[in-house]
C-alpha cells in the first residue's frame, strides 16, 4: 500500500499531481501558481486605489482626523480578509480543474514528437561519462565560489578597517587646510620634480666633463706645488729628526736656520701672490 501524504494523498497520487504540473508548466511556459499570486496581487493593488480615494473622499466631506484613518484601516483589512478568503478558492479550483491534466490522459508536447529515447551502451556510457565530467565542474565551481565569497568578505573587513583608519586620520587633511598648508601630495610632487630636475643636470655635467682634461690638471705640478711639497718634506724631516733626539737641544738661532731653509721670507711672499694671481 503507498504511504500516505500529511492531505491523505498517496506518494503516487503526489508525484502525479507533480509531474502533471511540470507538463503543465512546460507547455504554457509559466507556472500555474505564479498565475494565481499575479491575480491575486491585481484585486488587492484595486483595494489600495480604491480605499485611497474613499479616503480622499472622506477627508474632503469630513476633514482629516484620527478617526477617519481608523475607519479606513478598518475598510481596508475587511476587504483583503475577503480577497483571501475567496481567492483560496479561485487558487484551489484553478490549479485542480484549470491547469492540470486529468489521470489517464497521456499528452505529448511538440518538442517531444519523434524523439528517439532508446539508447546504445555506447552512448549510455557516453552520457555517463559526460555527467561525471559535469558533476566535477560542478564541484569545482562551488569550491571556487566558495573562495570568491571568502574573499568577498576578507576583502569588506580590510575595506572598514581602511575606512575607519581613513575617517581617525581625516583630521589631518582638516587641520592642514584650514591652516592654508600645501597639500602632502602637492610638496611631494615638488621634490619629485626638482630631483629629476637635478638629475638631469646632473647627467648634462657627466656628459659635458672631459675627463682627459680633468686627467691632465691632476697631474700637471706648477710652482707652487713643487714648492708645497718640498716644505711638506722639510717639516716630516724635522719631525723625524727630533722623534731620534737629535734636535733636543734647538734653540732660536737653530730654528730660526732651519725655518730659513724652508724658505724665505722673499719666497713667502712670492708664493702669496703667485695664489692670489692664481
Known sequence: MSP??????????????????????EHLGFLPL???DDVIN???????????????????????????????????????????????????????????????????LPHYKNVDYTLSMEEDEKLDEELEQLRKQLVAEKCFNHKLKKAVTNTSKK???????????????????????????????????QVGE??????????QANQEAFSKLATNT???????????????AKQKSKEQGEDDAMDVDTEDKYTTEI????????FTNTIRKQ
Open 4 to 25: 500516505k501524504t500529511r492531505s491523505g494523498k498517496s506518494q503516487d497520487d503526489s508525484n502525479a499531481v507533480a509531474l502533471a504540473t511540470e507538463l503543465v508548466t
Open 34 to 36: 505564479a498565475f494565481v
Open 42 to 108: 491585481s484585486v488587492n493593488e484595486l483595494i489600495y486605489q480604491a480605499t485611497s480615494s474613499l479616503e480622499r473622499f472622506v477627508e474632503s466631506e469630513l476633514g482629516a482626523n484620527e478617526h477617519v484613518e481608523q475607519g479606513i484601516n478598518q475598510i481596508e483589512t475587511l476587504l483583503e480578509s475577503a480577497v483571501d478568503k475567496n481567492f483560496d478558492i479561485f487558487e484551489l479550483y484553478v490549479l485542480k480543474n484549470i491547469f492540470t491534466i486529468p489521470p489517464g490522459v497521456n499528452v505529448e
Open 159 to 193: 575595506l572598514s578597517y581602511y575606512e575607519d583608519r581613513k575617517s581617525q586620520l581625516d583630521f589631518i587633511y582638516t587641520s592642514a587646510k584650514n591652516a592654508n598648508i600645501a597639500s602632502l601630495k602637492d610638496a611631494v610632487s615638488l621634490v619629485a620634480d
Open 198 to 207: 637635478l638629475e638631469n643636470q646632473l647627467f648634462k655635467v657627466r656628459r
Open 222 to 236: 706648477d710652482t707652487r706645488t713643487t714648492y708645497l711639497n718640498g716644505v711638506v718634506a722639510a717639516y716630516i
Open 263 to 270: 724658505a724665505s721670507l722673499s719666497d713667502w711672499k712670492d
